[in-house]
């Protein structure tokens, strides 16, 4: 993200309802492009009811950004570019 010379922001989350308000806050803060979700968020199957809860204040937090998916972190940059 750095050497493409992109701001980020992180927002790591509990995985509760808490995280969901962090998120909700975070997202109310600023007009993002794109939000990229993390694969230890939406892999594991047992994540997937909390996966279908973060995709709905994102879409509802940041509607004209672009939803991204990386496998780590790593990758974040190359996802955010697709």
Known sequence: ??????????????????GIAALAAQLAKVAYDCVVIGGGLRIPPKGLE???KVVN????????????????????????AR
């Open 1 to 18: 993200m750095t050497e493409r010379r992109w701001d980020g922001d992180l927002c790591m989350i509990a995985p509760d309802d808490t």
């Open 50 to 52: 909390f996966f279908e």
């Open 57 to 80: 204040p994102i879409h509802q937090g940041a509607p004209k950004a672009a939803i991204a998916f990386n496998t780590r972190p790593q990758d974040t940059a190359e996802a955010t």
